[in-house]
Antibody, heavy 117, light 107 residues
């Protein structure tokens, strides 16, 4: 059974930093493309970032609102993908989901990030 | 960036009725379109990829169709557990984008 477990969310002040983690199991993590998707309270879904598998080149992509502030990385030895978030803004407040694949076939339960003074 | 427009915003139907949800893209997607279902307090769930391929375990009352810029998700007979928000999403190029969602509510 595929499992994705996010961690690292919490309350942070504007301008602060946070690192999210997502541990995967039940699939061959090293072959999987991994994504982060977020959902602001009461709003729709927004794709944030993607990292391809190392066999597929390991390229990263970002949504425009987070480019230059967020960084996605992976550690295949730990079956974990990370999202380093810097220069956080109040509009980054959201539930952040970790998802697998080219299309987003499996999702974690999400971790809440609140940016507020 | 590809913009996806979903309609209607809200669909009010009764159990047993047919639901037809639309997703229109600002440029051709070929068939690189997926549909997701989200219930309150839960993560989204993949229903359809490749515009028409049901994901594993998804009941056959859900069907996707379309190509290019116009896509449809049809729920043939609504079950009580189908009342939720549905999103379309393209994945053929970066950035990936989602539609704004259609809420299917009980009439």
């Amino acid at each position: 059974e595929v499992q994705l477990v996010e961690s690292g969310g919490g309350l942070v002040k504007p301008g602060g930093s946070l690192r999210l983690s997502c541990a995967g199991s039940g699939f061959t993590f090293s072959n999987a493309w991994m994504n982060w998707v977020r959902q602001a309270p009461g709003k729709g879904l927004e794709w944030v970032a993607r990292i391809k598998s190392e066999p597929d080149g390991g390229a990263v992509d970002y949504a425009a609102p987070v480019k230059g502030r967020f960084s996605i990385s992976r550690d295949d030895s730990k079956n974990t993908v990370y999202l380093q978030m810097n220069s956080l803004k109040t509009e980054d407040t959201a539930v952040f989901y970790c998802t697998t694949g080219w299309y987003l076939d499996f999702w974690g339960r999400g971790t809440l990030v609140t940016v507020s003074s | 960036e590809i913009v996806l427009t979903q309609s209607p915003g809200t669909l009010s139907l009764s159990p047993g009725e047919r639901a037809t949800l639309s997703c229109r893209a600002s440029q051709s997607l070929s068939s690189y379109l997926a549909w997701y279902q989200q219930k309150p307090g839960q993560a989204p769930r993949l229903l359809v990829s490749g515009a028409s391929n049901r994901a594993t375990g998804i009941p056959d009352r859900f069907s996707g169709s379309g190509s290019g810029t116009d896509f449809t998700l049809t729920i043939s007979r609504l079950e009580p557990e189908d009342f939720a928000v549905y999103y379309c999403q393209h994945y053929g190029s970066s950035p990936l984008t989602f539609g704004g969602g259609t809420k299917v509510e009980i009439k």
